[in-house]
């Protein structure tokens, strides 16, 4: 109740100001897969396009929901005959009418970073699709407190050696829903960065037997994280501003950060955390 009484008070300070809505930001013509496509299928559409989801429509162009990496990487197989139908999870309401403030808490409360906008709330067929990344396009910098990097960090970060596995990699990021790891070396330096969209487009979303442990690199032959992860590391220090770190984000293009310090990994930002930070000041357009 009271989180709910503090969005709306401060909604009032915006009343007589014209906001930006969902429609003048999101992503037209979106690419998206029919509920009884294969997901292998869906997989390779993921994969030549780039993307974290997919709209899953159905026979009559209607939305019926979002597949998301995590799903995809589930599947072992590449003869799987599984359809996608069962894998498509709820996705908030969200219609190009709707400010982006509020669209941005629908995407929070789901813990979703893409989200399919529907003509309106009778016309279930797609009209785009709307992420965090897009609206954090759409801060205003300047309304952000002086607060820093290292006061919303996240210090309990789960890491991988170089030389793991990726079946321990794979394993556990279904188990604990990372959606990236940092990668470190055995002085405890971080070297890059592994995530669920690296694993698919190296084409390893299939990698045989699950280690219990992400430092369990006696699996013999399973490939190893360095051959994958993601280099440089982008990284800022725990004094930046909250606000360099959201331009960094979208300057490369990554859904999180590292914060280091002497190459030491101090904790991660994501675009869940900053877009939290957002909106608690009001701070999109």
């Known amino acids: 109740m009271q989180e709910a009484a503090c969005y709306q008070a401060h909604s009032l300070i915006f009343q007589g100001v014209k906001q930006m809505i969902v429609g003048d930001i999101m992503t037209k013509d979106p690419v998206y897969v029919r509920e ?51 894998y498509a999870g709820e996705s908030p309401l969200i219609t190009p009418d709707m400010e982006i403030r509020d669209a941005a808490k629908l995407l929070l409360d789901a813990q979703q970073h893409r989200a399919p906008v529907l003509n309106s709330s009778t016309d279930k067929t797609i009209a785009g699709i709307v992420s965090d990344s897009n609206l954090l396009k759409h801060v205003r910098l300047t309304r952000l407190p002086r607060k820093t990097v290292d006061d919303i960090m996240n210090t309990k970060v789960t890491t991988a050696y170089h030389d793991d596995t990726i079946s321990g990699i794979w394993g556990n990021m279904l188990d604990g829903k990372y959606t990236g790891v940092p990668v470190i070396s055995h002085a405890d330096e971080v070297l890059g960065i592994v995530t669920r969209s690296d694993i698919i487009k190296a084409g390893f979303a299939r990698t045989g037997n699950r280690s219990s442990d992400f430092h369990d690199s006696l699996s013999g032959d399973a490939p190893k994280v360095e051959r994958m992860m993601s280099t440089p590391i982008y990284s800022v220090s725990p004094g930046t501003p909250i606000s360099k770190a959201i331009e960094a984000i979208i300057h490369y293009d990554v859904g999180r950060i590292c914060v280091t310090d002497d190459k030491k990994l101090m904790g991660m930002v994501d675009r869940f955390s900053l877009m939290k930070e957002c909106l608690e000041v009001q701070g999109f357009e």
């Open 36 to 86: 009884s496509d294969l997901m292998t299928y869906a997989r390779q559409v993921m994969r030549d396009n780039h993307l974290h989801g997919l709209p899953v429509l159905d026979e009559n162009d209607r939305v019926v929901g979002m597949l998301d990496v995590q799903d995809i990487l589930r599947i072992r197989s590449n003869r799987s005959e599984v359809t996608v139908g069962g």
